[in-house]
């Protein structure tokens, strides 16, 4: 690893350090708006883009590569050839581009492929101007947008001058940054960076940021130490001591030491070898030849070495993969192993061990780097309120956009929204919901780049400076007694649908890859009954979870039943695919319509009671984990025959039930199997109220399980026969209003009050019953 004392400062050519403050293009021009003033000015720069070239290649300068990047873009985007330039590396292709040359202009080679990318005939650059026109540095100081970075809030744009004024490329070409007021040590770290040598993450530049981000953490941020304050931190069962360079790592027994570790988040791949089971503990405690390691356990050990930590805790190495005890005792322990951890390394863009943390950096790696601007640090003084001059730098905005809104670091109390768009192999796999959400501080080694995330600050490369965060909710700020219970139950609800829509190797799972995340909320924050991914507290709500019906302008996706006994019929968990559970509102909407409060009244007494509710851990050593469990229930239950299924609404597989009462189609159906495979048919189903909300009456849909010989057969489980049930699905009616009715005569016609209210008058007549769902 390169010391960044034996690196050299990227250099600047003499275009850019011409620059002369004092001497503008033209302006400064000031204008005022509801945001505030902005000012704009602007300074000659390379004479030609034959010019430019030359100087990005040939003298290597930082600047002109940057603005000769945005050039590039700016042409696919103008011919929306998202592809024309993808093998054009003028870097490595032109690199020997001599002095001779660039007197004489372009080579040949290099000018037939400057043609071909910026003079075709439909490009809407001015051929005959632009290419031998002027360029204009513009900047725009202006203040900061929401949520954006005060340090890079002044825009720099890219002109063509003609005949001797501005053209610009388009309207909106600020693709370029004026940074400025970064700390000492931060301004240190950039000068230094070697450019032409950082080829991936884990060189100098990386190494330092890392360090720098994690002792920042340490030293000034009080309420991550006040977090880490309020426990006693003890190493995991077993760590990896990965000691000096010299020495190979070797797994030890913690025997309940206190010491701070390092945690590995990863994907294993398809058939992972390299792991711990009962016959190999022995020799992996004796030591291991980190050659003969996978290539991400081998980063993983360099960066724990980089921080100055002597442990390191990887899942494949640290449980015995072939022993149920030990798997059962430790996976009920990830929540704490991952919530004490130092830091967190997830190696984000590999899909196996044998991809590695680190990513070798593409163009992107130079574009994105801070370009240190000496020539511009009185300018930033001149429109800034700062007293003394800072070091500037100029930045093109690219993979956080322009504001740098990083994704925000997800505790169990936060949406996870931010998480369902990433799409990289490690954030697509089930068991690194949790590992994301429970870890107190994490380093992300993505493709391009290292991002760093604690309670205090998100930071990436793209912004080292880092994101102070404003806003802070009582849950985070570890207020347990005055926590609204719906943002608990809401938390769960988003984690369970992002969680649901993932990957597992194993269905069976489900429960102990968030069993994490379950053992923490029960601990701290619910201190109520976990029953099989649902919460006793607010388990009504719970049980009314959903498969959305699967719909014509979606991609096409299935569910299933899990094979097995992982989880009973009437829990999210026994299903394969994505599934919903309902978001609590603020408030419940409300009408002061007298008919719509007696419905109201009327669907609230018909919902079900439930009298038990139990779960039976498959193994103790685990409690959050795979589980059977009962449910008893008494309220109306209802019968119906299942129409032919029907397209609503663009949804498919949604089916129409029509009561045994009025034999009117009053309710959908909507199973937790999609598509309901044709050898088994779901003909007929049982209804039993179990939420309302406004508008909605929502069902258990049940059918009788299987008998055999006085026994009741499910899963492999069995059971006392009797009104036994298991789920199939939801069942939904909604009401339709009478301001509908109004709006949409043709859509609703011949649908009146009392139809509306067809599935209440069928559960008031039915049968009230005591049923046992499994």
Not at 221 to 226: I, N, P, T
Not at 692 to 699: D, N, P, Q
Request: hydrophobic share 35%; glycine share 4%; proline share 5%.
């Amino acid at each position: 690893m390169t010391s960044l004392q034996e690196t050299a400062r990227p250099k600047l050519c003499k275009i850019c350090t011409g620059i002369e403050v004092r001497k503008p293009f033209c302006g400064p021009e000031h204008s005022r708006s509801s945001s505030g003033t902005t000012t704009r000015i602007c300074y000659s720069h390379a004479q030609s883009l034959h010019e430019l070239l030359t100087s990005a290649i040939d003298d290597h300068c930082h600047l002109c590569y940057l603005i000769l990047d945005v050039i590039r873009k700016h042409y696919i985007l103008i011919s929306n050839k998202k592809n024309v330039l993808d093998d054009w590396d003028y870097v490595d292709d032109l690199e020997d581009f001599s002095d001779d040359e660039a007197e004489s202009g372009l080579s040949p080679e290099t000018l037939q492929r400057y043609r071909r990318f910026f003079c075709e005939a439909d490009n809407t650059f001015d051929q005959a101007n632009n290419t031998s026109s002027p360029m204009v540095l513009e900047f725009v100081f202006r203040s900061p947008l929401r949520d954006e970075l005060p340090s890079r809030c002044t825009d720099v744009a890219v002109h063509w001058t003609q005949a001797g004024g501005l053209s610009r490329l388009t309207t909106t070409t600020s693709a370029l940054s004026l940074v400025s007021g970064l700390p000492d040590n931060l301004v240190r770290l950039c000068e230094a960076r070697d450019l032409q040598n950082d080829t991936d993450t884990s060189g100098a530049y990386s190494s330092a940021l890392v360090r720098l981000w994690v002792n920042k953490c340490d030293q000034t941020h009080e309420l991550c130490r006040a977090r880490r304050e309020q426990r006693e931190i003890s190493l995991p069962t077993r760590v990896i001591e990965v000691a000096a360079d010299e020495t190979n790592p070797r797994l030890v027994e913690s025997q309940g030491q206190t010491a701070g570790y390092v945690c590995l988040s990863h994907c294993w791949g398809k058939s992972p070898t390299f792991k711990t089971e009962v016959a190999s503990l022995s020799t992996r405690k004796r030591g291991m030849d980190i050659k003969e390691m996978p290539k991400t356990f081998q980063d993983a050990v360099t960066i724990t070495r980089n921080l100055g930590m002597r442990y390191l805790w990887i899942d494949s190495l640290c449980i015995v993969r072939d022993s149920a005890d030990d798997w059962a005792r430790e996976s009920a322990q990830m929540g704490r192993i991952y919530r004490d951890a130092a830091v967190t390394v997830f190696a984000e863009s590999s899909d196996s061990d044998a991809g590695g943390c680190f990513a070798p950096r593409p163009q992107v790696g130079r574009t994105s780097a801070l370009c240190r601007t000496p020539m511009l640090d009185s300018l930033t003084q001149a429109f800034s309120d700062e007293e003394h001059q800072t070091p500037t730098f100029i930045q093109e905005k690219l993979h956080h956009a322009g504001s740098h809104s990083l994704p925000e670091r997800h505790s169990v109390f936060e949406t996870v929204k931010n998480l369902e768009a990433r799409t990289t192999p490690l954030s697509s796999r089930g068991w690194v919901l949790q590992e994301s959400i429970l870890s107190f501080r994490a380093l992300v080694y993505e493709q391009h780049e290292v991002r760093w995330s604690c309670p205090t600050m998100k930071a990436c490369e793209c912004a080292p400076e880092g994101h102070i965060r404003q806003s802070w909710s009582k849950l985070d700020r570890g207020e347990v007694e005055i926590v609204d219970k719906r943002d608990l139950s809401n938390a769960w609800a988003s984690i369970v649908h992002e969680f649901s829509r993932r990957k597992l190797t194993y269905s069976r799972d489900k429960l102990p890859a968030l069993a994490g995340i379950a053992g923490e909320m029960s601990h701290d924050k619910r201190p109520t009954q976990y029953l099989a991914g649902l919460w006793e507290d607010d388990l009504r709500h719970n049980l009314a979870w959903f498969v959305p019906p699967r719909s014509t302008l979606a991609p096409y996706r299935e569910t299933n039943r899990t094979q097995g006994c992982h989880a009973p019929s009437w829990s999210w968990a026994a299903v394969d695919g994505e599934v919903r559970m309902h978001l609590q509102l603020n408030d419940d909407r409300q009408t002061s319509e007298d008919w719509a409060v007696e419905r109201a009244r009327r669907a609230k007494s018909l919902l079900c009671e439930i009298l038990v509710s139990r779960t039976t851990p498959v193994n103790k050593l685990n409690p959050f984990g795979d589980c059977t469990g009962t449910l008893k229930l008494r309220g109306p239950l209802g019968y119906a025959k299942c129409c032919s299924p029907a397209t609503t609404s663009h949804h498919v597989d949604r089916i129409p039930l029509a009561d045994t009462w009025s034999g009117r189609e009053t309710a959908w159906f909507d199973p937790d199997v999609s598509p309901v495979p044709r050898q088994s048919p779901i003909d007929e189903v049982w209804c039993m109220p179990l939420y309302h909300t406004s508008g909605h009456l929502w069902c258990l849909a049940l059918t009788p399980v299987q008998t055999n010989q006085g026994l009741i057969i499910l899963g492999g489980r069995s059971s006392p026969q009797g009104e036994v049930y298991q789920r199939v699905g939801i069942v939904t009616a909604k009401y339709v209003s009478s301001h509908e009715i109004l709006t949409e005569p043709e859509k609703h016609f011949g649908t009146t009050m009392e139809q509306n209210n067809a599935i209440l008058a069928w559960f008031e007549q039915c049968e009230v019953k005591t049923i046992t769902i499994v």
